[in-house]
Structure formats: C-alpha cells, structure tokens
Antibody
Framework: QVQLKESGPGLVQPSQTLSLTCTVS????????VHWVRQPPGKGLEWMGR???????SYNSALKSRLSISRDTSKNQVFLKMNSLQTDDTGTYYC????????????WGQGVMVTVSS | DIVMTQGVLPNPVPSGESASITCRSS???????????LNWFLQRPGQSPQLLTY???TRASGVSDRFSGSGSGTYFTLKISRVRAEDAGVYYC?????????FGSGTKLEIK
C-alpha cells in the first residue's frame, strides 16, 4: 500500500540547516509528484515545494532562497533542505503525494515535528 | 498568490445538526476546462490532513455523503449534515488552481 514517512532531527539550532527525508513505498517517484507542506504549532498549512515525477522542482517564493528539494529514486526518497532556520520555522513538516488526475493530495505522511531552538 | 479566507463556526455544534463552513478565494478558481480547483480537508487532532472533496464538489473515495461541497468561482461552502463526534477537527480549504498552492487558515468544528 501507499505510504510516506518523514524523518529528521527533532531539534535544530537557529541559523542552522534543516534536513528531512521522505521515504515512500507503494508507488514510484518517477510516476508521482511529492510535495512538502508544513504547519506551525496550532496554525494552518503552508505549501513549501514539490518534486515532480520527472525530477523538476518548484518552490514557494517565500521560501525559495532557503529551500532545496531533491530525490534519490533508487532509495525511494525525497529530501528537503532548508537553511538559515529561525524560530518561526518550528512546526510539523509533512510530505504528501499528488494525484495528478484529480489535482489533490491523496496520501500524507504522519509528519515530523521540528523545533528550532538553541 | 491566491489568498484563501475561511469563516468561523458558532461552536459547539449539537450532534445531529448541520454545519456549513465557508471559504473565499481572492481569484476565481475556475479553469478553462470548466472545473473549479478547490479542495477541502479535515485535520483531526494529532493527525495528518485528510481529503474530503476535490474539484469543489467531488467527494473523495470513502468520504461520507454527509459531506457536500458547493460554490461559485470565488465563494465556496462545505456542508456537513447530521454532524457526529468524529467530524470534530479543523477544516481547510485549498486552492490548486495555480502555484503556489495555498490553504485557508482553517475552521474549527467542535461537537456538543
């Protein structure tokens, strides 16, 4: 069955770089797009960026200068790197699969909580 | 960017009653194919968001017919009929008409 699972450090120091991994199963990264969405504690959802099935990427312009998304198709993994972290980057980070025939996120990971603090 | 604005519910809603959640977009979400690119999600406490409807009014697989989406190009409503305890959580609208994809700020539903 389709699964996505985020992993990464729970605590990152201010000004440092966040590195997260989304490991997928049940589908191919060369057939589906995978997106990253984050959610500050008690707040709403923010789209961050995506890795397309063909390897192209696109980013939220608000984060573009700090954000990089890449992948390793042999390991079924999508990576997120974001630098210059600040306290307002604290939140839960989700990876989610895009269903292109319907234009929606059909499967989500459980999310990984990241706290930016010294 | 398209701004999504959601309304507030008069919580708590008595079990068995109906609840309507509103969402407005700063730009029409109707594409040239005639479809309206508006999705609704429910996020229960401690869980990931769950898709309820897409293309404004098409229910996702396995979603109860108590959930119905409607609207125009810029004003949308998610109606929940005969609310139940399991419907509690935060509801988000999301536009997928163009990038960056954007979400509303969420509408909390509490059940009495």
């Amino acid at each position: 069955q389709v699964q996505l699972k985020e992993s990464g450090p729970g605590l990152v120091q201010p000004s440092q770089t966040l590195s997260l991994t989304c490991t997928v199963s049940g589908f191919s990264l060369t057939s589906y797009n995978v997106h990253w969405v984050r959610q500050p504690p008690g707040k709403g959802l923010e789209w961050m960026g995506r890795m397309r099935y063909n390897g192209d990427t696109s980013y939220n312009s608000a984060l573009k200068s700090r954000l990089s998304i890449s992948r390793d198709t042999s390991k079924n993994q999508v990576f997120l790197k974001m630098n210059s972290l600040q306290t307002d980057d604290t939140g839960t980070y989700y990876c989610t699969r895009w269903y292109n025939s319907g234009y929606y996120f059909d499967y989500w990971g459980q999310g990984v909580m990241v706290t930016v603090s010294s | 960017d398209i701004v999504m604005t959601q309304g507030v519910l008069p919580n708590p809603v008595p079990s068995g009653e109906s609840a309507s959640i509103t969402c407005r977009s700063s730009k029409s979400l109707v594409y040239k194919d005639g479809k309206t690119y508006l999705n609704w999600f429910l996020q229960r406490p401690g869980q990931s968001p769950q898709l309820l409807t897409y293309w404004m009014s098409t229910r996702a697989s396995g979603v109860s017919d108590r959930f119905s989406g409607s609207g125009s190009g810029t004003y949308f409503t998610l109606k929940i009929s005969r609310v139940r305890a399991e419907d509690a959580g935060v509801y988000y609208c999301q536009q997928v008409r163009e990038y960056p994809l954007t979400f509303g700020s969420g509408t909390k539903l509490e059940i009495k």
